[in-house]
T-cell receptor, first 116, second 110 residues
Framework: DVKVTQSSRYLVKRTGEKVFLECVQD?????MFWYRQDPGLGLRLIYFSYDVKMKEKGDIPEGYSVSREKKERFSLILESASTNQTSMYLC???????????????FGPGTRLTVT | QKEVEQNSGPLSVPEGAIASLNCTYSDRGSQSFFWYRQYSGKSPELIMFIYSNGDKEDGRFTAQLNKASQYVSLLIRDSQPSDSATYLCAVLPLADGLTFGKGTHLIIQP
């Protein structure tokens, strides 16, 4: 079974703090993704990575950065947390296309971040 | 601008009936289409994917794709109360992240 884990289920941070959200997958997937999910707005892609040290901006990258130093680990960084970054953050991973279901993404359990 | 549209619902269906969930997308270059189910407080889980025009069946679930009309649907036969969840349609235009619809909240009434 594919397993995607995230470092915390719930996190409370103060405005201006630097926040690290960690994601680890154990299936040797090349692609990893960070989404946020908000009521009424659905799931939105923040950043993704298709290889170690590679990253691409998604639809809403502002205020975020990412790091992928190892294949299995993809970190989302909030350089200076703000209240509008209060959200559910979901990490996902997938194989490169051509192996199994096309770009099927497996999700982690999510981190509910509250910025006060 | 990539867009995926779904009726937010709630869609209420009697137990044992067929639930029909619909999704339209704007990017004609989209290649793959996914249906995820998300229970409240949980992360999305994949239930169906489709990338060829026509129907694809898996147990009680059938995905239907019409690329000319830019339309994808999910049918759930013999609906059960455990099918009550939010169903997310997701579209993959190219080799990058999925674009998700906002989801349809489905309620199966016992």
């Amino acid at each position: 079974d594919v397993k995607v884990t995230q470092s915390s289920r719930y996190l409370v941070k103060r405005t201006g703090e630097k926040v690290f959200l960690e994601c680890v997958q154990d299936m040797d997937h090349e692609n990893m993704f960070w989404y946020r999910q908000d009521p009424g707005l659905g799931l939105r892609l923040i950043y993704f990575s298709y290889d170690v040290k590679m990253k691409e901006k998604g639809d809403i990258p502002e205020g975020y950065s990412v790091s992928r130093e190892k294949k299995e680990r993809f970190s989302l960084i909030l350089e200076s947390a703000s209240t509008n970054q209060t959200s559910m953050y979901l990490c996902a991973s997938s194989l490169v296309g051509g192996q199994g279901p096309p770009y099927e993404q497996y999700f982690g359990p999510g981190t509910r971040l509250t910025v006060t | 601008q990539k867009e995926v549209e779904q009726n937010s619902g709630p869609l209420s269906v009697p137990e044992g009936a067929i639930a029909s969930l619909n999704c339209t997308y704007s990017d004609r270059g989209s290649q793959s289409f996914f249906w995820y189910r998300q229970y409240s407080g949980k992360s999305p889980e994949l239930i169906m994917f489709i990338y060829s025009n026509g129907d694809k069946e898996d147990g009680r679930f059938t995905a239907q794709l019409n690329k000319a009309s830019q339309y994808v649907s999910l049918l759930i036969r013999d609906s059960q109360p455990s099918d009550s969840a939010t169903y997310l349609c997701a579209v993959l235009p190219l080799a990058d992240g999925l674009t998700f619809g906002k989801g349809t909240h489905l309620i199966i009434q016992p």
